[in-house]
C-alpha cells in the first residue's frame, strides 16, 4: 500500500508516476462493480470503440466498452437511456481522470428482470425440474389437443392455419388465458392444471407471439413452472420468438421456437402419412403376395411327396400287418390257455390223492395229546422250584443272626447303631442297645477288659 512522503521528504514526483500509483491503487483497491446510470456524452468512434459517461442528478463517471465487447450488445446505446454496466475502476493517466473500462452492458429495467430470471432459473435447475430424464415424450398420435393462448391473439392464428393445413382429423380446443399482466400467471396455472385433471387431452400447448421481457415475464414465473413440470398431461412450450427463452420453455417436455414449429412437431403432415400409408399398402400386398407365393409351392412340394411316397399302398401293408398280429395274437391267447387248463387239472389230482380232510383229523388228534404235556411239565417244575426254596430257607436260618439270639444269646449295638464286634469298641459309661430274642436292652458300660490269652 502507498505511503505518503513525510512532510520533511524533499522526493518529488513527476506526474505520471503519480497517477501510475493512483491507478494501481484504484486497480487493487476496488474489484469488478456494477453501476447504474444515465448515458450521456456518448461517442463512437470508427475503431468500434465506445466511450461516454454514466450520470445521474448529482455526478457522473467516464466509461469505456472496447471492441469487440461493444459489438455484442443486445441493445443500441442512445442519449439519455438507462443502463446497468459492469466493470473495474482504472485511472486514464493522461488526463488524470479515473473510469470505468467496462466488460457487459445491458438497458437497466432488463437487466433486473434478466438478473432474476437468472436467478429463478438456478434454483429450479439445482431442484432438477429442468432435468431430460423426468421429461416425456410426445404421444405418436394425438387426437386431442389443447391450446392455452390468448384467443384473439396472432400465435393462435398461427398454430390454427398449419394445424388444419398438416392434419385437418386433429380436435383442438382453445383454452383462453392471458398471456401478458401481473394476474396472467395464476391464470394460466389453473387452466393448466383444469386441463390435465380433465383427461381429455393427449397434450398442452402453451404459446404466445413474440415481445419483450416485460412482454413475455408471465412465462417466467415460478409457480407456473412448477405447475407444467407437475403436468399429468405432456406440454409443449411455444413462447415468443426462435431467440427469446423462457422458465416455461425449460419447464416443458418440448420447447418449440415458435407458434407454427410448435403446431408442425405436434401433428404429421397429412401429405406423408398419405404417402406411408400407401407405402405400407405397397408392402403389405406384397408380403401378402410372397406369402401366397411360398405356399403355393409348400403345398406342391407336399403333394410331390405325398405321390412319391404311395400312402394307399402303405394303408394296405399296414393292414395286412395288423390282421397278422392279430392272428398271432389269437393263437398265443389259445395257447396260453390250454397251458392254464392242463396245469389245473393236474393239481386237481394232486389236491385228490394228498385227501386234506384225513390229514386234518391226524392233526387234530396230535394237538390234544400234546395239550396235556404243559400242564404236567408245570406241575414238575412248580415242586422242584418248592423243594429248592425249603432248602435255601433252611440254609439262611442256619446262620441268621436271630436264630442265634433264639438260642439265648445278645447283640449289643451303639447308639449310633453300628454293632460292638470288640470290647475296644465301648467306652467305659457308654450306653448300648442288647437286642435279645423277644425286644431290646439298655444297658452301660462299667468296664472292660480282654480275656487272658495264656493257656
Known sequence: MFDPPAPDDR?????????????????????????????????????????????????????????PKSQWLKFTPREGLRVLARGRLTLYEARGDYQLILDT????????????????K????????????????????????GVLTSPSGAAVRDVLSVLRRRFPLLEVDILPVPVQGEAAPAQIVRMLQAAG???????????????SLEDLWAFNDEALARAIAASPVPVVSAVGHEVDITLADFAADLRAPTPSVAAELLVPDRSDLASRLRAQARRLQANWDRHQRHAAQRADRA??????????ARLDALHHRQEAALRRLQAAWQRQQAARTAQLRHHAAVLRAARPQRRLEQLRERLRSLSDRPRAATVRLLQAKTMQLHGLARSLEAVSPLATVARGYAILQREDGRIVRSVRDVQPGERLDARVADGVLRVRAEDSHEPDASP
Not at 25 to 30: Q, R
Not at 134 to 142: G, Q, T
Open 11 to 67: 522526493k518529488a514526483f513527476t506526474p505520471s508516476q503519480l497517477n501510475a500509483l493512483a491507478r494501481n491503487l484504484l486497480e487493487d483497491a476496488f474489484p469488478l462493480v456494477w453501476v447504474e446510470g444515465e448515458l450521456g456524452n456518448l461517442s463512437r468512434p470508427s475503431s468500434g470503440h465506445l466511450y461516454f459517461t454514466l450520470k445521474d442528478d448529482r455526478a457522473q463517471v467516464r466509461c469505456a466498452l472496447f471492441k
Open 303 to 312: 403333394a410331390l411327396r405325398l405321390q412319391a411316397q404311395r400312402p394307399l
Open 105 to 120: 452492458m445491458e438497458e437497466a429495467g432488463e437487466g433486473a428482470l434478466r438478473r432474476a430470471f437468472e436467478q429463478l
Open 122 to 145: 438456478a434454483k429450479l435447475q439445482a431442484e432438477g425440474l429442468f432435468d431430460q430424464t423426468r421429461k416425456r415424450a410426445l404421444p405418436a398420435h394425438i387426437r386431442r389437443l
Open 197 to 211: 385433471r380433465c383427461g381429455r387431452y393427449d397434450a398442452l400447448l402453451l404459446t404466445r407471439g413474440g415481445g
